[in-house]
């Protein structure tokens, strides 16, 4: 018996899984089973991906639907692995608890997401002689591997399955293995959200068409920024969408988000002369798109701004990612790709809309530059797992010094990695000179209190 396993932890995730079975990106199996782990920090408060609304429209696609939560109960998804010398075991428990079969000829494939971290990186070492197939569900497939894997997992990825957010850009990810990237059709995805735009709630039927789609993310659980600055931030949307015209905005918060964000908006947005709709129950940015064809969709660093601007031709632009360039920490944080993508290839809010009308994406950089830029920050996020980009990298920075290139970059990180653009040699006892560093936290605290 031949059995795969489809592991996602997100509707948008299953989405994109469900577009790849459309398009016939996986071969035939006797069985196929959709894996669901919900990875919210206390799972028992929060719906999993397959209690969401539309769910049942992608169910049809998989013979069976299992818990990864509730076969590893008490353990969490996202801290839990097994030990080496348990792996035997848990793999013969795994077979039995699914039906999997436990013969020499009753073979298992993986698809997993984020295969760098817990809990796909825990399936794939519990099935140690399965092929495992990557599909990507967001920007972050563009940026380099988020920690060294362990060659005996990372040997055995065969593909990366990605959606065409970036036309033209190539993803980094898993690129050391030498995993060859698969676009997962644009035209499959988006038919399988117009599945998932049939069933929704009542509220979001009933949303204003023809409005502006405020995105959040909760980057304040990312300690990213502070509470109060994801609510300014919030804010700086609504304000940005109303100077642009825009009389009715509807704001998706993001599923966890604290109710407090939603109640700031709407006493602005009572201020502002704006009727202000916030969709409290939890559905896909990209279903709204479906079903109220929004005239503008501001975000941060989200996803589903590059869905909307690639996907469906929505006009869209960006706010905050300024500051989040100089906020994501570490540098090799996993974030800082989606936020220089989204950075260099939207158009920001607060931009003169009579020069920018349509809100179309200007095109600053060309698709060499832009695939330059991403393999450059890649490189300095993750040096030790790609030493053969280093050469291509000292090329671009030499021809980018500009201040609009340099900006993606930390001029400590280039002066460590000896890379042009770095803090002359004269000038090198600058970052670690106490004076100086707090003369530069006073700066960038005042710049931040301009910005809010």
Known sequence: MRTQIFFASTLYGAATLAAALDAGRFEAADQRLLLVSNNAATPETAAPLDAMPGFGRLRGRFDRVVSWNDAIRPFHPGGWSPRTDDVPLWERFLRMLWGLGEGPGDEVELAVESLQVDPALAIARLFPDAPIDVYAD???????????????????????????????????????????????????????????????????????????????????????????????????????????????????????????????LDKEAGELGVELTVLSQPVLAEVLYERMRPALVVGC??????????????????????????????????????????DAALPALEENPEENPTGTPPQPRTGR???????????????????????????????????????????????SLGLPGSVPRQLGFVPRNKAVRRVARRARALKRAALG
């Open 301 to 342: 660093f989200s996803t589903a701004l590059l869905t909307a601007s690639s996907f469906y031709g929505l006009p869209v632009a960006r706010t905050g990612t300024e500051l989040l360039l100089e906020r994501v920490t570490p540098y090799e944080n996993s974030n800082r790709v989606p936020v220089t993508l989204v």
């Open 138 to 264: 967001g920007l972050m497939s563009y940026g380099p591997t988020r920690n060294k894997l362990d060659p005996l997992v990372g040997s055995r990825v065969r593909r990366l399955l990605h959606l065409d957010l970036v036309p033209g850009l190539k993803p980094l990810l898993l690129s050391e293995f030498g995993v060859p990237p698969e676009v997962v059709p644009t035209a499959a995805f988006t038919d399988v959200l117009a599945e998932l735009a049939a069933d929704v709630p009542t509220a979001v039927a009933q949303a204003p068409r023809g409005g502006a789609l405020l995105l959040g993310q909760y980057l304040s659980a990312l300690d990213i920024l502070t509470a109060e600055e994801e609510e300014r931030l919030h804010i700086r949307m609504l304000r940005g969408a109303a100077a642009r015209g825009h009389r009715e905005v509807v704001f998706k918060p993001h599923p966890v988000a604290p109710a407090r964000y939603s109640r700031a």
């Open 369 to 415: 530059e832009l695939t330059g830029l991403v393999r450059a920050v890649g490189f300095c996020m993750q040096p030790r797992i790609y030493p053969e980009l280093r050469t291509e990298v000292e090329r671009y920075l030499s021809a980018h010094q500009e201040a609009a290139t340099l900006r993606y970059f930390k001029r400590r990180r280039l002066t």
